[in-house]
């Protein structure tokens, strides 16, 4: 079994790189016979392989091959994998991309949001982390022990100090002052 590469270039735009270390046709083989072996749909399968494929991407144009084939076997919306996606792109530097795969999912939960706030974060994009947790705070998801580390160190940086400390009584009123990432973020706001 193998890709059809030229259909993927006509539709996508962009050429075929082959990952580091890595035998599609060995790899493709073994998935899709496993997945005959448990039925027709293995999502646990699915979601394996391609946060595997994930982790082996060094380019944007594996990402652009895996997103295309999560559309092929109708895992474009599986928030695993898409987040696990945003990471990488993040990691890549391709952070456009990574609020591209953002903002073309349909169910935004906690796990998303912070993927790509903290995908700005660590690119120092201080303003749009700071967007972004507030455009997470009117579509009323609820932030959790990850979310807020990234945000105060985007208050920091920005000298956002009003800022900081409603983020800080947000925390309270979640109930996770106790958390020590959370205390480490604190702290490093307020020496700011």
Not at 52 to 60: A, C, G, V
Request: glycine share 6%.
């Amino acid at each position: 079994m193998s890709f059809p590469t030229v259909s993927l270039q006509r539709a996508f735009g962009f050429s075929l790189l082959p990952l580091k270390n890595f035998n599609w046709h060995l790899t493709l083989t073994r998935l899709f016979s496993s997945r005959s072996h448990y039925g027709s749909h293995n999502p646990i399968s699915a979601e394996s392989f391609y946060t595997s494929l994930l982790d082996k991407s060094t380019h944007i144009i594996h990402l652009r091959q895996i997103q295309s084939q999560l559309y092929t076997h109708g895992l474009q919306n599986n928030g695993f994998i898409i987040t696990k996606l945003i990471h990488v792109s993040s990691n890549l530097k391709e952070i456009h991309y990574a609020r591209q795969l953002f903002d073309g999912f349909p169910d935004q939960y906690v796990f998303l949001w912070n993927a790509i706030i903290r995908g700005y974060s660590m690119h120092n994009m201080f303003d749009s982390v700071v967007e972004m947790y507030s455009r997470m705070q009117q579509a009323f998801v609820s932030p959790d022990t990850f979310t807020f580390p990234d945000v105060l160190k985007a208050c920091g940086s920005l000298l956002a100090r009003r800022y900081g400390r409603a983020v800080h009584a947000q925390i309270f009123r979640h109930g996770l002052e106790e958390d020590v990432f959370v205390q480490n973020g604190l702290l490093s706001f307020y020496v700011k």
